[in-house]
């Protein structure tokens, strides 16, 4: 079975002033249905159709170029939309809130560097939070690789993720992407990322 572009549990106007309804819109509709249609087609009539997203990423190394860039577009949108939510935001709690504290002494601390490394991705990519070895990390990758593939940088699973491409906030922000990333914390679905932590655990 192919692919699919998943359905928002919530409308595109749901997460302004934060991120606004035709970013949504055209991020969702366009940008990531052409990641799902590509991957669709560059995986046509291989083994490769039978797989997870996930098991795809793990063994990137192991695929063309277009897969790596439709298949990490595929997942890391779909991961994207989860982990943002209508009244969202604030700080977590329970174990993400341990997890945050154990690896950067504060949420302040975790929020200056998970902006850091948003900031500073040159060009286009992703700012992540994710677990490596039981711990919690940031780091960031460029395209639409993530650090579920063997060829991450900093391989680990990813609980959260933020879209630095232009395209995840020109319309609005144009070239403020630190505005963009700071209107970020407004959004974000906490309870998504406990839950994918623990998936993880
Ligand atoms: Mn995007």
Redesign the pocket.
Known sequence: MAFELPKLTYEYTSLEPHIDARTMEI?HTK??QAYVTNLNNALAGTDAEKLSIEEICKNISKYPMPVRNNGG?HF??SM?WTVMAPNAGGEPTGDVATGINAAFGSFAEFKTQFATAAATRFGSGWAWLLVKDGKFVVSSTPNQDNPLMDIADVKGSPILGI?V?E??YYLHYQNRRPDYVAAFWNVINWNEVAKRLKEVK
């Open positions: 991020h940008h990531h577009g890391n949108h994207f879209d491409w395209h995840a």
